[in-house]
């Protein structure tokens, strides 16, 4: 059993930046993928990156390529998220997630493990 925390969202004027951060604990997660998805009201949840195991590979949406990171320290057991030149269309709650295997994927039904999420806001 895995448990996910994010931390790091909030209120951002566009063009602004935050770095979303998401601890694991129970175990550790230094062979799983990881991904970062986001769903705003009326919308399906998405992916946003995703991450191997190793952190030698990562996935991006189209909506995202050249203004997030996805990256992550496992002797810290956690994974990171950094947005810039944030959008008002970046606004949603933001979550965490782990899948059994080690390569990336953008199928949410890849991902075993959830956290509650961090809202992100950004104002235009």
């Known amino acids: 059993q895995v448990q996910l925390v994010e931390s790091g969202g909030g209120l951002v004027q566009a063009g602004g930046s935050l770095r979303l951060s998401c601890a694991a604990s129970?175990?550790?997660?230094?062979?799983?993928?990881m991904g970062w998805f986001r769903q705003a009201p009326g919308n399906e949840r998405e992916i946003v990156a995703s991450?191997?195991?190793?952190?030698?590979?990562?996935y991006y949406h189209n909506s995202v390529k050249g203004r997030f990171t996805i990256s992550r320290d496992n002797a810290k057991n956690t994974v990171y998220l950094q947005m810039n030149s944030l959008k008002p269309e970046d606004t949603a709650l933001y979550y965490c997630?782990?899948?059994?295997?080690?390569?990336?994927?953008?199928?949410?039904?890849?991902?075993?493990?959830w956290g509650q999420g961090t809202q992100v806001t950004v104002s235009s």
């Open positions: 997630a782990s899948r059994y295997g080690s390569w990336t994927s953008a199928n949410r039904a890849d991902y075993a493990y």
């Open positions: 129970g175990r550790t997660i230094s062979t799983n993928a």
């Open positions: 991450i191997t195991g190793t952190g030698a590979g990562t």
